[in-house]
């Protein structure tokens, strides 16, 4: 399957991006599927059926999992009375959702190795730019009324995959394109010409090997180009591409370049975000950053 989807993805490509791509999902494999925790919190979080019961079976045997759940539950931003010490409690304080973002967050983290970046890059600059986009996301989400909010925070979290692996796998051209950034050439072009193929791809191949919800894969795909996506998670699509461009816009950059252009204005027709609203986003949006930061440091320390 990897050599079937890396093969479409490099047909317009010269045989050498081509022979890259192969080379790329080869070595991908460590990462083609989540762990076995994370998929099942997955399924009983999307699973309308299931109960607490189900979650902390899910959960229960992962003591590091188990451990962030309880510090989460018990961290400032909840301010309970008191403290909590029973884990099903806490699932059930927190709820389903939160309980697979914080999974998925912590998971995510693992994905970045140590490294002193590159240029105008650093590997530190790219997580805090995947939290804030997420955390932008359930901004928009919450202001515009047409995506959930929990949702939205993870189709931000995970929209760059594709960049933290090319990275960490194709390191070398990763740094050419690093290079070449100069604020106004998309990212995706660079990408492109570079390799035969960009992050958007990628991620979007990596997300179905995790067999992460659709609206997901969706996001990760059609970030740069909301308006190209026809689906049913437009508005999904549209939030997380206009987080994006309010991190950039506040220096929250993934790649220590920032890309300014403005998104077309049917994306914030299609979120139905008139100039009292998105004025609303902006002024939220600093602390909105450091609450997310605050609440990424619970779930990954």
């Given at each position: ?6 093969s479409?993805m490099?047909?317009?490509?010269n045989?050498?991006?081509a022979?890259l791509?192969?080379?790329l999902?080869?070595?991908?494999s460590?990462v ?5 925790v994370?998929?099942?919190i997955i399924e009983?979080?999307n699973?309308?059926?299931?109960g607490a019961d189900?979650l902390?079976?899910a959960v ?9 759940i309880?510090r ?6 909840y301010?309970?009375?008191?403290k ?9 304080l927190?709820g389903?959702k ?7 967050t912590a998971?995510v983290?693992?994905?970045f190795?140590k490294g002193?970046?590159y240029?105008s890059?650093?590997r530190?600059?790219l997580?805090?730019?995947?939290i ?10 919450q ?7 929990a949702?939205?925070?993870l ?8 960049k933290?692996?090319i ?5 070398k051209?990763?740094c050419?394109i690093?290079?070449?950034?100069d604020?106004?050439t998309?990212i995706c072009d660079l990408?492109?010409?570079t390799l035969g ?9 990596v ?9 997901l894969?969706?996001c990760i795909?059609y970030?740069h180009a909301?308006?190209?996506y026809?689906?049913p998670?437009q508005?999904?699509?549209c939030t ?5 461009f309010f991190?950039?816009a506040k220096?929250?950059t993934?790649?220590g370049?920032a ?7 049917r ?9 009292p609203?998105?004025g609303s ?5 600093d602390?909105?950053l450091?609450v997310?930061?605050i609440m990424a440091m619970?779930?990954?320390g």
């Amino acid at each position: 399957m990897a050599g079937q989807a890396a093969s479409s993805m490099g047909s317009h490509a010269n045989q050498p991006a081509a022979a890259l791509i192969e080379r790329l999902f080869r070595r991908i494999s460590e990462v083609s599927s989540l762990p076995a925790v994370a998929m099942r919190i997955i399924e009983v979080a999307n699973n309308p059926t299931t109960g607490a019961d189900d979650l902390l079976d899910a959960v229960r045997f992962d003591a590091a999992l188990a451990t962030r759940i309880m510090r989460t539950v018990n961290s400032s931003y909840y301010a309970l009375q008191n403290k909590v010490a029973d884990l099903k409690l806490a699932i059930t304080l927190l709820g389903f959702k939160e309980i697979r973002n914080l999974a998925m967050t912590a998971y995510v983290a693992q994905l970045f190795r140590k490294g002193s970046g590159y240029g105008s890059y650093s590997r530190e600059g790219l997580w805090n730019h995947l939290i804030g986009v997420g955390g932008a996301s359930q901004l928009i989400a919450q202001v515009s009324g047409k995506s959930p909010p929990a949702e939205a925070y993870l189709a931000g979290l995970v929209h760059d995959l594709g960049k933290i692996l090319i990275d960490q796998y194709l390191h070398k051209p990763f740094c050419q394109i690093i290079d070449r950034l100069d604020g106004q050439t998309s990212i995706c072009d660079l990408e492109r010409e570079t390799l035969g193929f960009d992050h958007t791809e990628l991620g979007e191949f990596v997300a179905v090997q995790w067999h992460l919800p659709e609206h997901l894969t969706s996001c990760i795909r059609y970030h740069h180009a909301p308006l190209d996506y026809e689906g049913p998670d437009q508005e999904m699509v549209c939030t997380v591409a206009l987080a994006n461009f309010f991190c950039n816009a506040k220096g929250l950059t993934s790649l220590g370049v920032a890309n300014k252009q403005v998104p077309p204005g049917r994306v914030f027709g299609v979120l139905g975000l008139d100039k009292p609203r998105i004025g609303s986003i902006w002024e939220q949006l600093d602390e909105t950053l450091k609450v997310a930061d605050i609440m990424a440091m619970a779930r990954v320390g």
